[in-house]
């Protein structure tokens, strides 16, 4: 849901689950569209191809983490069942409970070479848990959903920047630069180092609710045109089918309004192994639900369209003909299972970091 630049304050609790001064819920996230938008900036990945894999881990990190766990032989919760079907009393999926796929997120590159900016922070910036440091700004780069750095819809507009020469991944809410720069909750992750169960910090948010990092847990057109997506994937619910509190993975939750039957921020997902995937439309769809199956999909923000992919601006391969919006629409929630990752977590807005 875009709020109005005048009414985010008093709105956005409304439309998101957060309460004023808490760590971002979101909430705009999900545009239902089938194309990336345009920019001349090197798209991320760590070997600075846009999807390469410059070590094991992907193309950020270069440790393990939880997105490249292989979790096709763990056993499901002992209340998977339970939670499923808590979400689908709430209404399964957002989009009309049907999966779809948003387009319009952008990773870019930067290098040593790369001005970096300073940034005022905005109502959306919260203390201790974003990091008000200067931040790169690749040359005719873009927003989430903008074709430049002017967030002019008023929805998330992450700036989401990978330097590979200073091994650190920036990921910003909601800025907006025009003459001046002005951004929302960000997050600097060092790619090089070994972050704990609870990453930046317990009761900590980041670019998205859960305090999860971005960019590892988009898919692109070139890891599904290659045949295999290696990681686990983000994806989004309403936040009134939220359980409030949040599970590990993740180190935040926002003030979801979901029945205590619901599932939490963090809450893992696995689609079962026994689902046919021929079944689906496309070869991408293949590829996606096949991670699906491999790594499963991690809740990290509120918000309708459930699942997100990179844009393919910069990409060798392009999403139109490989893989469509709705291409997955036939997932439905009871075709997952949930991982355990251990007890519920109380939301205390205390970050400790």
């Not at 193309?59 to 919760?77: C, G, H, I, L, Q």
């Not at 300073?118 to 074709?147: A, I, K, R, W, Y």
């Not at 910003?172 to 790619?191: D, E, K, S």
């Not at 192994?273 to 590829?287: C, F, H, R």
Request: proline residues 5%.
């Amino acid at each position: 849901m875009k709020l109005s630049a005048l009414t985010t304050t008093v709105l956005f609790a409304a439309c998101s689950g957060a309460t004023a001064g808490q760590p971002n819920g979101n909430g705009a996230d999900g545009v239902d569209a089938a194309a990336g938008t345009s920019s001349d900036a090197t798209p991320g990945g760590g070997d600075g191809s846009g999807s390469g894999f410059a070590n094991q881990f992907g193309p950020y990190f270069e440790t393990s983490m939880f997105w490249n766990r292989d979790v096709s032989a763990a056993p499901k919760a002992a209340n998977s069942d339970s939670l499923i079907a808590g979400l689908r009393a709430g209404g399964g999926w957002g989009n009309g409970d049907k999966i779809a796929i948003d387009f319009t997120i952008e990773v870019l590159t930067a290098n040593s070479g790369t001005p970096h900016r300073s940034f005022t922070p905005t109502g959306d910036f919260f203390s201790p848990d974003c990091d008000h440091v200067d931040m790169p700004v690749p040359v005719n780069g873009n927003l989430e959903g903008e074709t430049g750095y002017q967030c002019t819809t008023d929805g998330d507009c992450h700036l989401l920047v990978y330097d590979g020469s200073a091994k650190k991944l920036y990921e910003m809410w909601r800025a907006n630069i025009t003459t001046t720069f002005q951004g929302g909750c960000l997050a600097v992750w060092n790619t090089t180092q070994p972050y704990t169960d609870t990453l930046r910090g317990d009761q900590c948010t980041s670019a998205d609710a859960a305090g999860f990092p971005i960019s590892p847990l988009l898919f692109t057109a070139d890891e599904v045109a290659a045949g295999e997506i290696k990681h686990a994937i983000r994806y989004i619910l309403p936040n009134n089918r939220v359980r409030r509190g949040f599970v590990r993975p993740a180190t935040h939750g926002t003030a979801t309004t979901g029945s205590a039957s619901a599932p939490a921020y963090g809450t893992h997902l696995r689609l079962r192994a026994n689902y046919p995937i021929d079944s689906l439309p496309s070869e991408g769809a293949k590829v996606v639900a096949r991670a699906m199956q491999k790594y499963g999909m991690y809740h990290a923000d509120g918000g309708n369209i459930a699942l997100t992919a990179q844009a393919d601006t910069h990409t060798t391969a392009k999403w139109a003909g490989l893989l469509g919006a709705h291409d997955l629409q036939a997932l439905r929630v009871e075709d997952f299972d949930v991982i355990d990752h251990g007890s519920m977590i109380s939301l205390s807005d205390s970050c400790a970091r």
